[in-house]
Antibody
Framework: QLQLQESGPGLVKPSETLSLTCTVSGGSVSSLSYFWGWIRQPPGKGLEWIGSVYSSGATYYSPSLKSRVTISVDTSKKEFSLKLSSVTAADTAVYYC???????????????WGQGTLVTVSS | NVMLTQPHSVSESPGKTVTISCTRSSGNIANSFVQWYQQRPGSSPTPVIFENNQRPSGVPDRFSGSIDRSSNSASLTISELRTEDEADYYCQSYDGSDRVFGGGTKLTVL
């Protein structure tokens, strides 16, 4: 059974860079036709896609966050990472990592999710 | 940018049927598959429908999905409602390579 686990600091200061890692077990980040994505959810609000990465390193980012986001993958460590720069209080959210399944290159949907990690931006 | 609009909340009684809509702001709803996720309080989202009307393994057939080209919208229908279905539901689709979520609908089963 595929499992994903987020890790990283729970508190980040304004203007600094948020860094999270997602470790994948029970499967491979090198598997064909799967991306690996980050989604966030501010407290009491809805889901927002941040971006996704393929095993080759190819990335897609949300247009609204593109200027501040970097997502990378390390196939040898079976993990992928998120960096979000110049954070503000508006970036406070639960951050989820998830497998972004193309189902044979016909769609994009998130079929396995991590438990999520709360990141608070505060001084 | 494409937006997916959902009603903020819906409510229905146990045993009844409820439908949640998801309207695409631009572009043809039929050109990009729609997915639906259930999120219970304190839990991660889980998919209940993918590719408009496909159920992942383990999801009961009380959950069904459809699209309506005339209204450019997708719908999630849950029949024989149970109290355990009370949750937030999100639609998701894509615009090219950009994944997009709807704002979510809170389903109350009372």
């Amino acid at each position: 059974q595929l499992q994903l686990q987020e890790s990283g600091p729970g508190l980040v200061k304004p203007s600094e860079t948020l860094s999270l890692t997602c470790t994948v077990s029970g499967g491979s980040v090198s598997s064909l036709s799967y991306f690996w994505g980050w989604i966030r959810q501010p407290p009491g609000k809805g889901l927002e896609w941040i971006g996704s990465v393929y095993s080759s390193g190819a990335t897609y980012y949300s247009p609204s966050l593109k200027s501040r986001v970097t997502i990378s993958v390390d196939t040898s460590k079976k993990e992928f990472s998120l960096k979000l720069s110049s954070v503000t209080a508006a970036d406070t959210a639960v951050y989820y990592c998830a497998r972004d399944n193309t189902n044979g290159w016909s769609t994009f949907y998130f079929d396995y999710w991590g438990q999520g990690t709360l990141v608070t931006v505060s001084s | 940018n494409v937006m997916l609009t959902q009603p903020h909340s819906v409510s229905e009684s146990p045993g009844k049927t409820v439908t949640i809509s998801c309207t695409r702001s631009s572009g043809n709803i039929a050109n990009s598959f729609v997915q639906w996720y259930q999120q219970r309080p304190g839990s991660s989202p889980t998919p209940v429908i993918f590719e408009n009307n496909q159920r992942p393994s383990g999801v009961p057939d009380r959950f069904s999905g459809s699209i309506d080209r005339s209204s450019n919208s997708a719908s999630l229908t849950i029949s024989e409602l149970r109290t355990e279905d009370e949750a937030d539901y999100y639609c998701q689709s894509y615009d090219g390579s950009d994944r997009v979520f709807g704002g979510g609908t809170k389903l109350t089963v009372l």
